[in-house]
């Protein structure tokens, strides 16, 4: 149990807490804690260094805001990254809320967009071939709760969080012997249902097994949490470690790899962007490449196919018929789409590298991006 922080004491501690939970009602309890830890952090600095600030008027870019920023430079251990550009991107955010409540719109300009620090680009994470087959196996042979949910993450791309927020009831039917698992409210606060095959729904299924012997009382989750959401991860994280520990792998290796082996196989196995995305819970194509792994294997293959069935020859096919003759269906407008895909996909690639082929790059992403909202159309 976290020992309570004692209540801030500055005079604008109730307008920016009043904003923070302004901007929160409709996330999740973690974000909430998140917005009024950023309050705290800029306001005791403001209470330490510039006790003269009592109004929102008196804040100033310099030297208000750039000396906090300073401070987060400054901090020891030093922030990861990620971490000073989320409370940089909070403050933004409660300062664009103020301004718009209290009609002082001078507060937008008070932080920056290049404020935000740039965050490292990481490499994929995927396990190698032989990790994640040893790893497989030991998750196999003792076949106890976390082993489980760690074949679970293994073979769905959850995250930990969406894992251990599961309901009873998450696996649903969805078609004749189809059936998949609904992932509540995560991290990007959209939830989706993923594809489950009989292999997920054994882990699914051995999971309410365990779930039903255990002493706590039902309480309508799939995963047990006697101390909270929080000890649960912590407690899953370390069973890893141990896992991998037990099959000889002294590289650290972290629930979250499991995601990043799962996007690869499956693109790998033929599933298009839009369908990964839609199965991970992005929402932009440039997040779900971050996750995907180019091996030379892959390359190899690619290669292979690309000499002996180039896509350059590929004849452009036939205009639909749904476009042909146009009915005001969904079939039709994804017909429509696809056509213009493959269309706009020969014409570029006739065009030598430059700013022209860099916009048609561009089109084709927005209508990769259009294709996936077209699906939120399929569960109105």
Known sequence: ????????????????????????????????????GTVRNF?????????????????LRDPHILGWLTLLRSHQPPLAKVTHAHHVIRLRRILEELAWTKGIPELTHLLRPDDIPRCDHYLPRSLPDEQDRLIQQELLRRDDRDSNVFLLLRHTGMRIGECADLAWDCLRCVGQDRWAIHVPLGK????????????????????????????LPPDGRLLARPRGRYSLTRELRDSLCEIVSAVGITAHIV???????????VVRAGMSLPAVMQVLGHTTPNMTLRYLEVTNQDLQREFLLARTRPRHLVPIPRVPATI???QANLATVRDALHFAQHV?????RTLPEGPHRHLLDRIANRLTKIVCETRKLDHP
């Open 255 to 265: 629930p979250h790899q499991l995601r990043h082996s799962f996007a690869s196989g």
């Open 344 to 348: 706009l996909e020969m014409f570029r």
């Open 43 to 59: 306001l005791n600095y403001l209470g330490a260094q510039h006790p003269h600030v009592h109004f929102l008027r008196q804040l």
């Open 188 to 215: 990007l606060q959209t939830e989706r249902l993923v594809p489950a095959d009989s292999f997920v729904c054994q882990r699914v299924h051995r999971l309410r097994l365990l779930r039903a012997q255990d002493p």
């Open 324 to 326: 042909s003759s146009p």
């Open 1 to 36: 149990m976290k020992p309570r922080l004692p209540p801030l004491r500055h005079p604008l501690a109730a307008l920016f807490q009043g904003a923070a939970t302004s901007l929160t009602s409709s996330l999740t309890v973690e974000s909430m804690h998140y917005y009024h």
